[in-house]
């Protein structure tokens, strides 16, 4: 079946280290994959997206590559900022139903001052 | 705009009860859908509603309904009522084009005793 399997947290780092969330999937097709944010008190924003295969997406300084050999979409940005402390879900739809998205269990990081 | 506003916030019920929650979307978005979040299983869909038919629909047994109306608000209602169901229960409206990104509620946390 389709899953999304996605590194547990919570991270913690200091104000400008290197982020890297690991996010692996299992799907049949040709999955679209996404990337969610949900900061404190707030509801789930989505944060960057990508398509097909290859494709990178982006947003606020983070990055993510779909890798359909590892088929995986790592999240990274180069420098994180307190601001960033979230809780980070990956997930996927199918046959390009967007709402129907399978998601991953959510990698808590917390960024320190 | 306004986003997408779930009422109520948070609610007490017992087991064998029945709950309904409302849901509604984004001014001009005639797609919701509904997911339940738990610590255990994180989100997993529910269903979805556009012009007020279902156009998707989730593993869930037949205790968990929903409806959407003419203005696109959407209800989704549980009945006899499990402590496995609480969890936070999470409304997205959408636009109707299939990359149509996902707008979320900040969610009706129900907890059953």
């Known amino acids: 079946g389709n899953s999304v399997t996605q590194m547990e947290g919570p991270v913690t780092l200091s104000e400008e280290a290197f982020l890297t969330i690991n996010c692996t999937y299992t799907?049949?097709?040709?999955?679209?994959l996404f990337w969610y944010v949900q900061y404190p008190g707030e509801g789930l924003q989505l944060l960057l997206k990508?398509?097909?295969a290859d494709d990178k997406g982006s947003n606020k300084g983070f990055e993510a590559t779909y890798r359909k050999e590892t088929t995986s979409f790592h999240l990274e940005k180069g420098s994180v900022q307190v601001s960033d402390s979230a809780v980070y879900f990956c997930?996927?739809?199918?046959?390009?139903?967007?709402?129907?998205?399978?998601w991953g269990l959510g990698t808590s990081l917390a960024v320190n001052p | 705009k306004a986003g997408v506003t779930q009422t109520p916030r948070y609610l007490i019920k017992t087991r064998g009860q029945q709950v309904t929650l409302s849901c509604s979307p984004i001014?001009?978005?005639?797609?919701v859908s509904w997911y339940q979040q738990t610590p255990g299983q994180g989100l997993q869909f529910l269903f979805e509603?556009?012009?007020?038919?279902?156009?998707n629909k989730g593993n869930f047994p037949g205790r968990f309904s929903g409806r959407q109306f003419s203005n696109s608000r959407s209800e989704m209602n549980v009945s006899t009522l499990e402590l496995g169901d609480s969890a936070l229960y999470l409304c997205?409206?959408?636009?109707?084009?299939?990359?149509?990104?996902?707008?979320f509620g900040e969610g009706s946390r129900l907890t059953v005793l």
């Open positions: 997205a409206s959408s636009s109707n084009s299939g990359a149509g990104e996902l707008f």
């Open positions: 001014s001009g978005h005639r797609s």
């Open positions: 509603y556009f012009s007020e038919t279902q156009r």
């Open positions: 799907a049949t097709g040709y999955p679209s």
């Open positions: 990508a398509t097909k």
């Open positions: 997930a996927l739809s199918i046959a390009g139903n967007n709402r129907k998205l399978i």
